[in-house]
Every structure is written in structure tokens, then in C-alpha cells.
């Protein structure tokens, strides 16, 4: 529990930071996720690396209304969503919160896999949002490899629901945030992939 919640608070810290540095004027600009633009993925992205983060630990559903909210709508959503992201974190600072199982809607999955997953999640689309705004994700060096051993154990589910596309291949001797980026279907190199 203490490495992954480390890594949570982490890479929450670095999505807010993204959050933060991204024009209102792009709202519509594309994203390296098929079918979304810019406010869909930071609607996604805040929804369910905040609001679903904090909800996890509580043993909660979010809250329909949330579901339907426009995020982006306030000027000072990145500053909402560092707030929000500052309680998700807070609420698994607890360590009981870390045992157990969390109802995935699917049955009931173990409480540090679907802290993996959301923290996985916070990268993936932080990147993503990054990306699309020409900002850079950056890691130390111990949380990239948790997030890429995150994805290595979850690509296969994640292919198999579309969450995924296919993987991108890279050369030898990449980092693990780049190989996380390519397992996950995500060109680090260039070309945005879905």
C-alpha cells in the first residue's frame, strides 16, 4: 500500500499540474483518443481519476449527476480538480481502505488493483491531455514503472472492452512511461494512436 499510494499522490500532483497548464481555447482541439476531443477527455479524465478515485475508497457509486457534469464549464476547473484530486488522495490515505474488495460492477475486485487501474488512469489521460496540449508527462522513475506494470497486467481486459487499442511498437531500450504509452496503444513517438 505505501509504493502505490505514493505513486497515487504522485500522479495526481502531475495531472493536476497538466490540468493546470491547458488554454480554455482548445476545448474542441483532438486528442490522441479516437473520437473525443479535448473537453470529452478532460471530462473523462476528472470524473474518474477524482471524483471515481475518491468514490472507490469510500465504497460509494458516483453520484449520476456527476456523470452528465461539464467540468470544463467553470474558468477554474483545473483548480477544482487539483481539489478533488488532493481529497480522492486523501481518502485512501487510510491503510483499511487498501484491503478488501471494491465493487467494479462486475463483481468485486481487490482494493490495490482498482487503485492501480485509476492511478494507471490519472497517466494515461494526464499524457494524453499533455499531449494534446503540448505540455510533457513526467514521472519519477519508480512510479512510471509501477503505472507500466499496471498496464501489463490490465492491457489484455483493456483490449478486450475497447479501452485499448493495439500495441505500438517501440525500440529497444525505451523508458517504462513510453512503454507503458505503447502497450496501452498510445505513440510516444509522434503520430497520436487511439
Not at 477524482?50 to 449520476?64: F, K, T, V, Y
Not at 506494470?149 to 529497444?172: C, D, I, K, M, S
Request: hydrophobic share 45%.
Amino acid at each position: 500500500m505505501k509504493n502505490a499510494y505514493a505513486h497515487m499522490a504522485e500522479c495526481a500532483t502531475e495531472a493536476a499540474r497538466i490540468a493546470r497548464g491547458v488554454d480554455a481555447a482548445l476545448a474542441s482541439a483532438p486528442t490522441p483518443c479516437a473520437g473525443w476531443d479535448l473537453r470529452e477527455l478532460i471530462n473523462h479524465w476528472v470524473l474518474y481519476t477524482s471524483h471515481g478515485l475518491e468514490c472507490r475508497a469510500l465504497r460509494a457509486p458516483i453520484p449520476d449527476e456527476l456523470t452528465a457534469r461539464d467540468f470544463t464549464a467553470g474558468a477554474d476547473w483545473a483548480e477544482q480538480y487539483a481539489v478533488q484530486l488532493d481529497k480522492a488522495v486523501a481518502a485512501w490515505s487510510d491503510p483499511a481502505v487498501w484491503e478488501g474488495g471494491i465493487d467494479s460492477g462486475h463483481g468485486s475486485t481487490p482494493a490495490p488493483d482498482v487503485a492501480g487501474m485509476l492511478i494507471m488512469e490519472t497517466v494515461l489521460h494526464g499524457w494524453d491531455v499533455a499531449r494534446a496540449t503540448g505540455q510533457e508527462l513526467r514521472l519519477s522513475a519508480a512510479a512510471a514503472r509501477y503505472v507500466l506494470e499496471t498496464v501489463e497486467g490490465t492491457a489484455a481486459l483493456y483490449r478486450q472492452y475497447e479501452g485499448f487499442a493495439g500495441e505500438v511498437a517501440l525500440p529497444a531500450g525505451e523508458s517504462d512511461l513510453r512503454r507503458a504509452l505503447a502497450l496501452s496503444g498510445r505513440d510516444p513517438r509522434g503520430a497520436a494512436a487511439s
